[in-house]
Nanobody, 123 residues
Framework: QLVESGGGSVQAGGSLRLSCTAS????????MGWFRQAPGKEREFVAA????????AYADSVKGRFTISRENAKNTVALQMSRLKPEDTAVYYC??????????????????WGQGTQVTVSS
């Protein structure tokens, strides 16, 4: 129900834009988030946005470099990633919690997940 796109390979300092689209259904006031998981590491929070886009939250490691946004009319949430670093390399996952409303930073709070998209940053 959540489909990510936009991953790929880029050199350090470059940019990528990830998109996540809800397909097959419309979520009711969903809180949305992005998480990532690198090989051998636990899934970690990256960014979150409230149902109306008024509030956002970021991990300290990406603050100032990543921007989360959403277009509810298109059932889409995006993650603009700039000044990428090799340590940003991971599989990135989109997540949603219906009637979540606020920003959610704990992956246990989310109900729906995309399949993930690989982001690789080379030095």
């Amino acid at each position: 129900q959540l489909v990510e796109s936009g991953g790929g390979s880029v050199q350090a300092g470059g940019s990528l834009r990830l998109s996540c689209t809800a397909s097959g259904r419309t979520f009711d006031s969903p809180a949305m988030g992005w998480f990532r998981q690198a090989p051998g590491k636990e899934r970690e929070f990256v960014a979150a946005i409230s149902w109306n886009g008024a509030n956002t939250a970021y991990a300290d490691s990406v603050k100032g470099r990543f921007t989360i946004s959403r277009e509810n009319a298109k059932n889409t949430v995006a993650l603009q990633m700039s000044r990428l670093k090799p340590e940003d390399t991971a599989v990135y996952y989109c997540a949603a919690k219906e009637r979540g409303r606020i920003t959610l930073t704990d992956f246990h709070q989310y109900e729906y997940w995309g399949q993930g998209t690989q982001v690789t940053v080379s030095s």
